[in-house]
């Protein structure tokens, strides 16, 4: 399948850099944000979660009715809704929204987040509730026949679904730990991952493939892979530097304040229970740069409070990284910067066309019109 590109729905112009706690829905900003991605060729939005956060279905069914091709991720706490709830409103927005629908869940890697909703389970009991949701759900949207379920975490009778989907919901599943990697190489039609270096980041999708292996699924039916980046770019490397340290300044400058809104995670003091975040303040005591671009003071500054690696460079220099991660197997590449509009119009401007331009150039020398994997193999 073609590399494919996803951002992230915001629902006012509040961001990290210049933050506005508390600031409501802002229609008007919420619907230019949209159009513009659909405008400049993302494929994905993501719709965030958060405990105190605004609602994703909500959001979510605004961003289907103002686009015309941008596809939506709901992101989804299995705490929040009973399965078969969220098979139907899914379903829902499938039928309004032409089949753009994505649902990527989040099994919950912090006690206390969880626990503001009323969810006390341990990780491994989330994990193994999640487990049991994404069956739930894939059985929902495979008929209307009525069916039982009786587990450790869910127990009814005679369910009937008439609100099937438009066309299948991929199911996204995202995470580093060892339960992460089973349930989403078992069950999961993308697997996310937030951005580590090239060796890291090609141990977790061995990890992943395993999982799948292991699982009985055919090498084809592996799930897609998605890695996340901040990139800060600029039309030169001194001026993407200059821009990076600003942006640096300023996350530092609001790191004991609130946060922007509650979608976007604020730096906590601590070591993170998430083996993700844990990952990724590991790395970053190996060096401020690795690999090409990659740059690690913006996860030390936000203590790696959700997806927090930058990317920093020229457009060239972001147009070379993300290709790198391409050719290690990622078809789904998240990019979302911090000032958010602005960010992403330059990516679509920038960013897309060039990534997308290498890919063509090299299906067209491969003669077979698809890209080719990094070993070469026409995906």
């Known amino acids: 399948m073609p590399t494919e590109f996803i951002s992230i729905t915001f629902a006012n112009d509040s961001n990290e850099i210049h933050p506005k706690p508390g600031a409501p829905v ?12 659909d405008d400049y060729g993302f494929n994905y939005t993501l719709i965030p979660y958060g405990s105190g956060g605004f609602d994703p279905f909500a959001l979510g069914a605004t961003v289907l009715a103002v686009t015309k091709n941008i596809n939506i991720i709901i992101a989804l706490r299995p705490n929040t809704i009973y399965p078969t709830v969220a098979a139907r409103k899914l379903a829902t927005l499938s039928q ?30 989330r994990y193994g509730r999640l487990e049991d949701y994404i069956k739930i759900l894939k059985r929902a949207w495979s008929s209307s026949e009525p069916f039982d379920w009786d587990s450790e975490y869910y127990k009814f009778k005679d369910f009937r679904n008439s609100v099937l989907p438009l066309k299948k919901i991929a199911v996204s599943v995202g995470g580093s730990s060892d339960d992460a990697y089973r349930i989403g190489g078992a069950l999961g039609d993308i697997f996310g991952l937030w951005g580590e270096p090239l060796k890291d980041t090609k141990e977790q999708i061995d990890k992943i493939y395993a999982a799948a292996d292991k699982a009985g699924r055919a090498a084809n039916d592996r799930p897609r892979i998605w890695v996340t980046f901040r990139p800060i770019i600029a039309e030169t490397e001194e001026l993407a530097w200059a821009k990076a340290h600003r942006t640096l300044d300023a996350l530092n400058g609001n790191r004991a304040g609130p946060p922007a809104n509650s979608t976007i995670p604020l730096a906590t003091p601590g070591q993170p229970q998430n083996v993700g975040s844990q990952r990724l303040l590991e790395i970053a005591k190996r060096g401020d740069v690795q690999d090409r671009a990659l740059w690690y003071p913006t996860v030390t500054a936000t203590n790696a409070a959700g997806a927090s690696t930058a990317l920093v460079g020229s457009y060239q220099t972001i147009i ?18 911090y000032d958010n509009l602005s960010d992403a119009i330059d990516y679509g401007r920038f960013i897309l066309p060039g990534v997308r331009k290498v890919l063509e150039e090299r299906a067209a020398a491969n003669g077979n019109g698809h890209e080719a994997n990094g070993n070469g193999v026409a995906a």
Do not use: C, M
């Open 320 to 337: 070379d990284s993300l290709i790198d991660y391409v050719d290690l197997g990622a078809e789904l590449i998240s990019i979302r910067g």
């Open 26 to 37: 802002d229609p008007e900003f919420l619907v230019r944000y949209a159009r513009t991605l």
């Open 96 to 125: 309004l929204g032409a089949g753009r629908v994505v649902v990527h869940f989040i099994a919950g890697g912090n006690d206390v987040e969880q626990g503001r909703e009323g969810d006390y389970l341990t990780k491994a009991e």
